[in-house]
């Protein structure tokens, strides 16, 4: 079944200190894409997020963010980082043993310098990122499925418009065919008459001509393109790839169809399948 690759989705996960919570949006992309915006102590999580990412989605371009929000009762307590302190001793030290420079390192300036006061992690429970994130993907994904069935009826829809407009060409293809005979022959006729041209190779020729224009064939390819179509959009696998190929494939013919025939009726059908398979290649771009 088709999965459109554009969706949106929120959700939240409720913890004892804080609580989770995150958007995720993905749109086209002729690749995978996966960019995660988590708090900064979800970083040790961020390759494993990604991996899971990459299981839900198959194709598109995939943005996920992510914050964590402590409750008022769990702030966080400031602390004394021991060992940017001993640095700064040690500079100092160094300076004064080696360059011999004057003046002391007085707690006012040591507690103005960077990182001396530091505040505890504000970290995110691994139970609640990864069910915020479980859930952003689910969401997401019962949105694509919605989106991906109404892209599934549409093409239906087309092909079924497609497939009406072969048949009455495949029928009306004969008549068409022996009218183009019928007047060839006559013209065959009137020039064998008025001069001494070898009949059986104009015959011979004439027979070459009708088979360059005998569309059978391409007829037959495309209504099996349809077929193929058709299952494709059963598959469970990922099949946006593959419907654009077998599009491609539906054009040549169709375009084949229409320089081979020197008919206004069918020229006229040909040029509503062309229509209703470039609206469908429309679609098909936004499938996973």
Not at 176 to 201: G, N, P
């Amino acid at each position: 079944m088709p999965k459109s690759m554009t969706g949106f989705s929120r959700a939240e996960a409720e913890a004892t200190n804080g609580k989770c919570s995150g958007e995720a949006r993905s749109l086209n992309s002729r690749y995978l894409e996966v960019s995660l915006k988590l708090p900064k102590s979800a970083a040790v999580f961020e390759q494993r997020l990604r991996e899971l990412a990459k299981q839900r989605v198959k194709r598109g371009r995939l943005d996920v963010t992510v914050k964590w929000e402590r409750t008022e009762e769990s702030f966080a307590l400031p602390a004394l980082n021991e060992e940017a302190i001993r640095w700064y001793v040690d500079v100092a030290r160094h300076l004064k043993e080696t360059y011999g420079l004057q003046g002391d390192l007085t707690l006012e300036s040591l507690l103005n310098a960077k990182d001396i006061i530091v505040y505890e992690e504000n970290n995110v429970p691994e139970e609640a990122l990864y069910g915020c994130f479980e859930t952003l993907l689910t969401k997401l994904n019962e949105e694509r499925e919605r989106e991906g069935e109404l892209i599934r009826q549409d093409l239906l829809g087309r092909l079924e418009k497609i497939h009406s407009a072969l048949s009455e060409v495949e029928q009306r293809w004969p008549s068409v065919i022996k009218k183009h005979e019928e007047t060839l022959r006559e013209k065959v006729q009137k020039v064998t008459q008025a001069s001494s041209i070898d009949e059986s190779r104009i015959l011979q020729e004439l027979a070459i001509y009708m088979e360059r224009i005998d569309i059978a064939e391409e007829i037959s390819r495309l209504g099996g393109h349809i077929g193929h179509f058709k299952q494709t959009l059963n598959s469970p696998d990922e099949i946006g790839r593959k419907l654009d190929f077998i599009i491609q494939e539906m054009v040549r013919e169709a375009n084949t169809i229409g320089s081979k025939s020197n008919d206004l009726y069918t020229s006229e059908r040909v040029i509503q399948i062309k229509v209703e398979i470039e609206k469908m290649r429309e679609q098909v771009q936004n499938v996973e």
